[in-house]
């Protein structure tokens, strides 16, 4: 079945020690986002690549990088993680960006800092 | 700037009850919303979304939601509830300009009483 496979499902980090997040897809979608869920709060988007370019939302902070090295794969790179950084990561994909294209969720990775 | 407003953040129903979880958004332009569903430790499932065409509109598991463009929402309902249904709901706006941007509302648990 085609899907959206993040990887690990839980990872634990500690205070300031960088972290990388793993997400592929065998959809063969153009568009890959990156959302963090804190507990009981609603779903954000940090970024999304279309393709190859990188589109980052405003207010995501500089600690928070990507990188899409070919189609089916993204990264999330936590580069020195706070204790406010602790959230799900959930990563979606799309066709496009069009008014019919649905976002694709994975089962998001767990990340814990200490 | 669009916003989603979910009033109930818990909602507990007996089984074979039926379920209404509500949804308010707020936005300048015409919008695209969606309902999504989030199982205990899982990624979210897309159950519905509204496009255009028909306000009342169907999806997975019996869930059906109605677009209210006067009143501004787009309520989630089913007649009769299973244990199975139990989970986070979380409804979603975008807007029709080509935004592939995705605004979540702050989500909604829904908790089955046998």
């Known amino acids: 079945d085609a899907m959206v496979i993040q990887n690990p499902r839980y990872q634990v980090t500690q205070f300031g020690k960088p972290v990388t997040l793993s997400c592929s897809q065998t959809?063969?979608?153009?568009?890959m986002y990156w959302y963090q869920q804190k507990s009981s709060q609603a779903p954000k988007l940090l970024f999304h690549y279309y393709d190859k370019d990188f589109n980052n939302e405003a207010d995501t902070p500089d600690n928070f990088q990507s990188r899409r090295p070919n189609t089916s794969f993204c990264f999330l790179d936590i580069r020195s993680p706070g204790l406010g950084d602790a959230a799900m990561y959930l990563c979606?994909?799309?066709?496009?960006?069009?008014?019919?294209?649905?976002?694709?969720f994975g089962p998001g990775t767990r990340l814990t800092v200490l | 700037a669009q916003s989603v407003t979910q009033l109930d953040s818990q909602v507990p129903v007996f089984e074979e009850a039926p379920v209404e979880l509500r949804c308010n958004y707020s936005s300048s332009v015409s919008v695209y919303l969606f309902w999504y569903v989030q199982y205990p430790n899982q990624g979210l499932q897309l159950l519905l979304k509204?496009?255009?065409?028909?306000?009342l509109v169907k999806g997975i598991n019996g869930f059906e939601a109605e677009f209210n463009k006067s009143q501004t929402s787009f309520h989630l309902r089913k007649p009769s509830v299973h244990i199975s249904d139990t989970a986070e709901y979380f409804c979603a706006v975008r807007d029709n300009f080509g935004n592939e941007k995705l605004t979540f509302g702050t989500g909604t648990r829904l908790t089955i009483i046998p």
């Open positions: 959809l063969n979608h153009n568009v």
């Open positions: 979606a994909t799309s066709r496009g960006t069009g008014r019919t294209d649905t976002q694709y």
């Open positions: 509204y496009l255009s065409g028909s306000t």
